[in-house]
């Protein structure tokens, strides 16, 4: 199915989440939690419902990263472990999202490698040195999270920046994908950074606003993928296909 036709129940739910809490303010409404879980909950179920190849194991993939990520915006909204909860679901999250493209990798990108390295060493520096000593359980998590997250960015960016063995360099869908990610690591360090009392600006907006354009991104992404990929394979299993591939073998045996 093309993600594009689920852009308007999605950001409309979106909107009337940014009304609800009067710019994603929390205290501003006491459903602020379920407002928040309901846009990438709803676009979880209809891209599964709606979607047209449920054979697909892609889509299904993509479907269970959006439902865990839904999971994770309501957990992340509890008073005491929320955050560390939230890691979690998003991580698992994360390794569906790996599982719809790594698949088609070819080569790193060794640049954006060192990029990332040095961004999230700076990163992890300035947010978890401290956390590391006195919570060392949570902290741990985040970290895998993080790793986590950091292996999408380097490995959606590679696909967009190197190609692979069912992709050319620079595909309008792998770029998608690569800006969604990257719009993902945005808003979630700014989330930790905010998280340990450095001063943000606008942090509410900016995180949200990020994370859920980026989700969209990532679905729209993948759902381009799977549909190449499907139309690839019916081409391939298409009487003209097999009866060019019949002709050529015959020319190649004389």
């Known amino acids: 199915m093309n993600a594009s036709l689920l852009a308007l129940p999605y950001f409309a739910l979106v909107f009337i989440f940014y009304h609800q809490s009067n710019g994603f303010i929390r205290s501003c409404d006491n ?9 990438v909950l709803i676009l979880s179920i ?15 993939y993509a479907s269970l990263g959006l439902l865990a990520g839904a999971i994770g915006d309501y957990m992340i909204t509890r008073p005491n472990d929320g955050l560390i909860l939230g890691a979690a679901c998003f991580a698992i999250g994360h390794i569906f999202y790996l599982l719809t493209f790594t698949y088609r990798i ?5 640049p954006l490698l060192f990029m990332i390295i040095l961004i999230s060493f700076i990163i992890l520096y300035v947010t978890f040195a401290l956390l590391l ?19 999408c960015v380097l490995f959606s ?8 063995p069912y992709d050319q ?21 700014a989330l930790i950074i905010h998280h340990v009392g ?11 606003s990020t994370y859920f354009i980026a989700q969209y991104l990532i679905l ?25 591939s019949y002709h050529l073998h015959q020319k190649a045996d004389k």
């Open 169 to 189: 360099q620079r595909q309008f869908n792998n770029l998608l994908r690569f800006l969604g990610f990257l719009l993902f690591y945005l808003s979630d360090s």
């Open 46 to 60: 209809l891209y599964y419902a709606v979607g047209s190849s449920f054979s697909n194991r892609q889509h299904i």
């Open 31 to 39: 459903l602020y939690e379920y407002w928040k879980t309901l846009p």
């Open 220 to 244: 729209c992404g993948s759902s381009l993928s799977s549909s190449s990929s499907l139309s690839l394979s019916s081409s391939s299993l298409s009487p003209s296909h097999c009866y060019r």
């Open 198 to 208: 450095i001063a943000v600006p606008v942090a509410e907006k900016l995180i949200l």
């Open 106 to 110: 070819g080569n790193l990108c060794i």
């Open 133 to 151: 000593i006195v919570h060392p359980i949570a902290s741990t998590i985040m970290i895998i999270y993080s790793f986590l997250l950091s292996m």
């Open 157 to 164: 960016g590679s696909l967009y920046i190197c190609g692979g």
